[in-house]
DNA sequence: AAGTGTGTCGATGCTACTATTACATATAAT
DNA sequence: ATTATATGTAATAGTAGCATCGACACACTT
């Protein structure tokens, strides 16, 4: 199934502004750490933008900063910003409406799989992206904020 | 995101299994009853065969029956032989190495993604094809086996 | 006024999934 | 034995979502 990167390269992107110095970061230089396109990057910060993680600025000296505490932002947050498919398909076409099983499984699974995606779905609401940045300087052996 | 449609659809098959009456049902009962063509669904009784599930019948009057209990098939059973690809797909090309960010947000990331597919996991550890067969029988208040 | 960076559109190629046809193989029924 | 039946797998084609790339209008800074 066709799976996204979004996720990943977002958290990325989150992380990358919280290592920094607060200056704003442009999509290109993302880019090059993310090691994808610069389109790409808009495409995703615009989404966080309209979920209110991040904020731009255009013109010269502009680019992209956090728009609250790193702190502050849990990786559900971006989870359910740049992700838009359901973590569950059911059938393409709906089961046969009149049979025992394909008239009422939909219903019967439903509150499982609803479970399932809260069970997901706390564990991401547990972790900020100052987790992920502070993890990331442990590994990296720096220290924020990073001057790039 | 990633899930395809056949975990929904080998559920399906497996209710529609557990409600009947032990007789082995055609894949071509079973790609009636969920709305897909009988080779998908041999597809997905391969994988299921493969992981101890079902059972097939060559022949006449053959067909596939469950391998075991309704109740002792777990929904993370399923949901591991039909599944392959990851919950999360990390960067398609491999971020910047060099970069503080780039190369460590994989490794950074890493244990909270998998305690994600664990809160996942373990609430579809809860559920088996026993309880959703009777979740179904509920709904369509009928009584098991059910003799089609 | 000139330079810079965002935001978005359209086109392209790629990959995963589903549907469908076809056929070899194995079993049951007669 | 012969025939009918059902599985299992391969090959093909069509579909959908995603990432990449080029281009450009718009907005802001200097």
Redesign the pocket.
């Known amino acids: ?6 996720f ?2 977002a958290v990325h992107i989150l992380t990358a502004l919280a290592v920094g110095d607060g200056k ?8 090059y750490s ?14 966080l ?2 979920a209110g993680l ?11 900063m956090l728009a609250r505490a790193a702190k502050k932002i849990k990786l559900l947050d971006v989870y359910e910003a740049v ?3 359901e973590l569950f ?1 059911l ?3 709906p089961p046969c409406e009149s049979c025992a099983v394909g008239g009422n499984i939909l219903e019967a699974m439903q509150p499982t799989l609803m479970r399932a995606r809260k069970g997901l779905e706390n564990e991401l609401a547990k972790v900020t992206i100052g987790d992920i940045a502070s993890e990331v300087a442990r590994l990296g052996r720096f220290t924020m904020p990073l001057t790039w």
Chains 1, 2 share one sequence.
Do not use: C, F, K, Y
């Open positions: 199934m066709p799976t996204s990167t979004r990943a390269v704003p970061m442009r999509s290109e230089d993302l880019a993310a090691n994808t396109s610069p389109v790409v990057i808009r495409g995703l910060l615009s989404r933008s309209d991040t904020r731009s600025q255009l013109g010269a000296g502009g680019g992209t992700e838009d498919t398909s059938h393409r076409t």
